[in-house]
């Protein structure tokens, strides 16, 4: 399935650590990239509790993407969005972990 094979592409790209923390709609782990071991955070959202807002594309992107995305650049101190991918259950977030 596509999202197997994405969910695949995201292991191979990341090894993902101990949990650090759980909320109400997500959990976070630590995670390393594996191309430079650059440290990084992975969030892992239900899919049933996001917000996807329509993109000029055509698209859909989850609230968190296009908000994080928008304050990203120009910002210091912003945590970075590296990738994110979309599940049949749930939506993750990899983040840069300073």
Sequence with gaps: ???GKAQQGLKERYRLG????RGGFSSVF???RLSDGAPAWHGISPADGIVLLPQPDGTSAPLEV???D???TGFPGVVQLLEWLELPN????VMERP
């Design 1 to 3: 399935s596509p999202a």
């Design 18 to 21: 101990s949990l650090l923390g």
């Design 30 to 32: 630590a995670a390393t």
């Design 66 to 68: 296009v908000l994080l």
């Design 70 to 72: 928008k304050v990203s």
């Design 90 to 93: 749930s939506v993750v977030l």
